[in-house]
């Protein structure tokens, strides 16, 4: 079965620094990776996702991640973050095929600080 | 376009009461799915449908929970009797099933708190 570990279970970090949050996964074939955003109150939104082509995504309000195959890691980076980051963020992982559910990781509360 | 809608957005009952959450999936999307989110337990699949069919109802904790989708446009989530730790946030989320990036639109989500 696929599973998704997210190291980090709380980050706190002052405002502009940077930031990266690791998500490893567990599923030997072709996946599509996904990066979730929860913000206080709030439901869950896409942040960015990768299905194919350049490994390195880029997501809205500037967030970034890339997909490393060799070492089943999608790792979530932003080089500057803002108090308005403070959130929670989910790392997800599907089959290629779509047709599964999603599988969520345990989810990263950020707290940016002034 | 609308997205995903659920109602309530909160509820608070007492231990033992029935409880329904709704749903109505985005139009066109193919697939239903109930999520329950804790601090625990973080983001748990409960149930999930393709084309209004149950295909999945593993993580559905108990026999106390049922889910239903009648039609492509609404699916209903019911505890009964509800317990205190049932408290959480349900989401209910759709997705495409020609979209094979598997991409979900999440719901504002239900939360629920049992006294």
Known sequence: AQSVSQHNHHVILSEAASLELGCNYSYGGTVNLFWYVQYPGQHLQLLLKYFSGDPLVKGIKGFEAEFIKSKFSFNLRKPSVQWSDTAEYFCAVGRNSGNTPLVFGKGTRLSVIA | ?115
């Open chain 2, 1 to 115: 376009d609308a997205g995903v809608i659920q109602s309530p957005r909160h509820e608070v009952t007492e231990m033992g009461q029935e409880v329904t959450l709704r749903c109505k999936p985005i139009s066109g999307h193919d697939y239903l799915f109930w999520y329950r989110q804790t601090m625990m337990r973080g983001l748990e699949l409960l149930i999930y449908f393709n084309n209004n069919v149950p295909i999945d109802d593993s993580g559905m904790p108990e026999d106390r929970f049922s889910a239903k989708m009648p039609n492509a446009s609404f699916s209903t989530l019911k505890i009964q009797p509800s317990e205190p730790r049932d408290s959480a946030v349900y989401f209910c989320a759709s997705s495409r099933r020609t979209d094979h990036t598997g991409e979900l639109f999440f719901g504002e989500g239900s939360r629920l708190t049992v006294l």
